[in-house]
Each structure stands twice: as structure tokens, then as C-alpha cells.
């Protein structure tokens, strides 16, 4: 079982920047793939970034390519998200996801095993 809290989501201007931390229990969690999907308000969730187990491999939406960075610190359970330059079009609710089957299914979107509850991120313009 992987529970994941997300945390980082605030009110920040348009270019601005926030980094987002999802904290992640359990044993095997070092060896799932994460990533961070985002759902705006009438819209379905979407696809933001990924990262493989081992951090060597990331993907990202073409949307926030050059803006936004993931990484993960498997010592300390952790995994970021880095929002620069961030556009109102950015204005969310970030969750964080995790699957034991690699970085093609947490990029896919469906079928994940475990998602966080969400941490609202609103840019001003």
C-alpha cells in the first residue's frame, strides 16, 4: 500500500514560481514510477510529469516543457515538482500519482494504482 500527501500549492503571480512535494509511505514506494497530473476546473485531469523509479527517466506534457522540472529524493520519499514562469493557464489542482509499472503507465494516464488528494495551485495574471 502507497499513501501519497501532496503539499506546495499556493496563490502566486503570473511568472512566478512554487514547488510542489508529494510525500510517499510505504516500503516498496522507491520503486514506483511518479508523476503529477493536474485538473483545472471544468476540465479533465491531465497528464503533467513523470519520473521513473530510479529518477533517470522523465516525461513531460508539452505545456509546461522548459517550466516545469520533477525529480525525486527516494531517500527521504519524496518527490518535487518545480512550477517556474507559471502562466494563469497553470491554475490547478495538482495530484500526485504513483504505479508499479514504470513511466509509460503513470504518462498514459490510466489504470494508476495510488493518486494523493490534491494540493490547488492559483496563478494571478
Known amino acids: 500500500q502507497v499513501q501519497l500527501v501532496e503539499s506546495g500549492g499556493g496563490l502566486v503571480q503570473a511568472g512566478g514560481s512554487l514547488r510542489l512535494s508529494c510525500a510517499a509511505s510505504?516500503?516498496?514506494?522507491?520503486?514506483?514510477?511518479m508523476g503529477w497530473f493536474r485538473q483545472a476546473p471544468g476540465k479533465e485531469r491531465q497528464f503533467v510529469a513523470a519520473?521513473?523509479?530510479?529518477?533517470?527517466?522523465?516525461n513531460y506534457a508539452d505545456s509546461v516543457k522548459g517550466r516545469f522540472t520533477i525529480s525525486r529524493d527516494n531517500a527521504k520519499n519524496t518527490v518535487f515538482l518545480q512550477m517556474n514562469s507559471l502562466k494563469p493557464e497553470d491554475t490547478a489542482v495538482y495530484y500526485c500519482?504513483?504505479?508499479?509499472?514504470?513511466?509509460?503507465?503513470?504518462?498514459?494516464?490510466?489504470?494508476?494504482?495510488?493518486w494523493g488528494t490534491g494540493t490547488l495551485v492559483t496563478v494571478s495574471s
Open positions: 510505504g516500503r516498496t514506494w522507491s520503486t514506483y514510477a
Open positions: 519520473i521513473s523509479w530510479s529518477g533517470s527517466r522523465t
Open positions: 500519482a504513483a504505479d508499479p509499472g514504470g513511466i509509460s503507465v503513470v504518462v498514459q494516464g490510466y489504470g494508476i494504482s495510488y
